[in-house]
């Protein structure tokens, strides 16, 4: 298979481009704001907003595998803020401002203060999905399934009206393989879900897990974190904790004691890995994530950044054919994402919305659920 070039910084006009320029000294700026930093530590942060988006990239501390491999990255290209594959300067941010934060050391989540707001703020509105969610037990299969699955695409918009803005329009769906996935679900054994965001999206990934392990003859479910703080929300074992202590202090103690039941049976598992805060694409997975993948009857990878990193954050045709691509997987996956950055693959061209003006491709207004079947 011929893959085309990476999306780079460089392109003028790109939602790459706005990205570098407006949107990351903004994630660093709310780091200084919103944590207690020392002077030097501020500094640092502060001379990093100056050189974006044209000053070289810094050899990061080589103290790990995937610090050295970006080195030698950077070393090898020259790479500049501006000049770079996208999705490389994004990994190369956050493990830099791991660096500077001293994260190894001190383990403090300096993202903390916008995870944490997020749960405390709608954990009232929680309830009602968790109500919602044991009618759903006793409901018909295929329904509920597709209630569910439609839910937690949406779990960045919580609302009590989403589902009905679902269906009426409000998000519209480029790829919906929400029957298909329905047959998989009703016979699988194990399912592995490659997490997105911590807060609301968190919350409808455990309802998820919730109905799937109340509804359905899957005996395991693992979840995968990351093991840093990553992309601003990313979710990390401690985001999963929190956010079932905030959840059990509302009031919903018999939902969280199901989770944890869950959990200390051995049908939930959650792990943690530093391969998801990686570089790499998933295709260049290590042996240890490819052996634990293959056990699994389907991976779901959600959010954004697992699609890019599952197919190659590059220049894709449209109608590129996502099972080509990702045939190094052994297994089913499962693509749930709300669309905000420049790739999709797999998608009719009757089905595109505009050739010429690309903002669809990450204004939050489009989704897929997307089966790539073996």
Known sequence: ?????????????????????????????????????????????????????????????????????????????????NNAPFIFVENYLYHLLSEIMDFKNNGKDYFSFKKNADVIQNKDMFAGFIEKAGKLLVSKYEEAFKDILHLNILGNKADLSQLADLRNGNLKLLIDD?????????????????????????????LFVYFLLGKTEIEKVV???????YFVSDAMKIDFHFLLQEISSNGDRNFTDTIYQYISSGRLLLNENCFWNDTEDYRDKPPHIRTALD??????????????????????????????????MKNNCLVIRVLKS??????EANKIPDLHNKTWMYNGNYGIIQIIEL
Do not use: C
């Not at 298979?1 to 320029?21: R, V």
């Not at 979840?223 to 703080?229: D, E, G, N, R, V």
């Not at 420049?342 to 998608?347: A, D, I, Q, R, S």
């Open 223 to 229: 979840l995968h974190f990351k093991t840093m703080p």
């Open 342 to 347: 420049e790739v999709l693959t797999g998608l």
């Open 178 to 206: 929400t029957e298909k996935a329905a047959d998989i679900f009703r016979t699988a054994k194990r399912i592995d879900i490659v997490l997105d965001n911590s807060g609301e999206e968190l919350f409808f990934d455990i």
């Open 1 to 81: 298979m011929n893959f085309p070039a990476y999306i780079s910084t460089g392109e003028a006009d790109s939602f790459a481009a706005f990205t570098l320029i407006n949107r990351l000294p903004g994630i660093i700026r709310s780091i200084v704001q919103n944590n207690s930093l020392d002077t030097e530590t501020t500094g640092r942060l502060e001379e990093l907003i100056k050189a974006i988006p044209e000053s070289p990239l810094e050899p990061l501390a080589g103290t790990s595998d995937v610090n050295m491999r970006m080195n030698n990255e950077i070393r090898k290209n020259t790479y500049r803020w």
């Open 295 to 328: 056990e699994s009857d389907i991976v779901v990878f959600k959010g954004d950044l697992n699609y890019r990193k599952l197919i190659g954050d590059r220049h894709w045709d449209f109608s590129a054919k996502t099972a080509d691509i990702t045939s190094y």
